[in-house]
């Protein structure tokens, strides 16, 4: 167990809709990344957060959105969804008390498929 | 572009065989390199390494980087069922980011 805690693990619904993903970083992480993997690919960067500040950015479509609170978790918002967007979206957190260590902790993922 | 290519993409071997994976990336203000293994779901950390030529190890698992070459290999020796699985190489740059390979894919057979 990372310690980094994703709901909801599994999500169907159709296109034209619109999902939130959730995610608890590790106590004391300060970093929130999310990575998309499709099947049979690689995982792909889609945003980094720092302390509820956007750090980095990915190839994120615009039709997706994040945000870090200041509670530290994030939350990645995707709207008007398409067959495409099925995939598995990792939550991942680093960087105890700003400290860089380097390694991110990833969570169980959240499996999105749209019909 | 960051760019990372992983190879081989897929490789079945025997219990017992030694395996290479390979890695090479070009990474703009490259910070440090990450072996993860995923198996089922959540990609779990192996190695971390950030100097050239000093290789880390962990049980049958070593690794190493070059940073002149920009390339990084992940040996296993003494293959185990268990260490199927797909390896992932994971580059990081300044922002802290990580920029994964498409991976190798590992299905070691009894």
Known sequence: DSGVTQTPKHLITATGQRVTLRCSPRSGDLSVYWYQQSL???LQFLIQYYNGEERA????LERFSAQQ???LHSE??????????SALYFCASSEPGGR???ELFFGEGSRLTVL | EDKVVQSPLSLVVHEGDTVTLNCSYEVTNFRSLLWYKQEKKAPTFLFMLTSS???KKSG???SILDKKELFSILNITATQTGDSAIYLCAPGDSSYKLIF???TRLLVRP
């Open chain 1, 76 to 85: 990645l918002n995707l709207s008007s969804l398409e067959l495409g967007d």
């Open chain 1, 57 to 60: 950015k990915g190839n994120i």
């Open chain 1, 100 to 102: 860089y260590t380097g």
């Open chain 1, 69 to 71: 609170f200041p509670d």
């Open chain 2, 60 to 62: 049958r698992l070593s």
């Open chain 2, 101 to 103: 390979g498409s991976g």
């Open chain 2, 53 to 55: 030529g000093i290789e």
């Open chain 1, 40 to 42: 049979d690919q690689g």
